[in-house]
């Protein structure tokens, strides 16, 4: 079992940056795929971007690429994500997390590859 605790949303004017943090408890952390996923109101949840255990494969959503990165730190047990350049459309609640995988370089994208989720931070963008 692994939990997941994210922090860092907040409010921003358009153009800013916020980073977020997901610490990650239980489990051996380096053994597992994380991504960051976000759900607008009224809308169905959407895949952000994702990095391998190893940290060597990331993958991310064609709008936020170049915006956004996502790294991790094995030690610290802690994935984060770096949003620059935000704009109005990036509002949501975004979601942290997890599931293991028997190769360092797997990746996963889809909501359902993911077993285990933070309970999300609202990230606010003004125009």
């Known amino acids: 079992q692994v939990q997941l605790v994210e922090s860092g949303g907040g409010w921003v004017q358009a153009g800013g940056s916020l980073r977020l943090s997901c610490a990650a408890s239980g489990r051996i952390f380096s053994r597992y795929v994380v991504g960051w996923f976000r759900q607008a109101p009224g809308k169905e949840r959407e895949f952000v971007t994702s990095?391998?255990?190893?940290?060597?494969?990331?993958y991310y959503k064609d709008s936020v690429k170049g915006r956004f990165t996502i790294s991790r730190d094995n030690a610290k047990n802690t994935v984060y994500l770096q949003m620059n350049s935000l704009k109005p459309e990036d509002t949501a609640v975004y979601y942290c997390?997890?599931?293991?995988?028997?190769?360092?370089?797997?990746?996963?994208?889809?909501?359902?590859?993911?077993?285990?989720w933070g309970q999300g931070t609202q990230v606010t963008v003004s125009s």
């Open positions: 990095m391998s255990r190893s940290g060597s494969s990331t």
């Open positions: 997390a997890a599931n293991s995988a028997d190769w360092p370089s797997a990746i996963y994208y889809r909501a359902t590859e993911f077993d285990y």
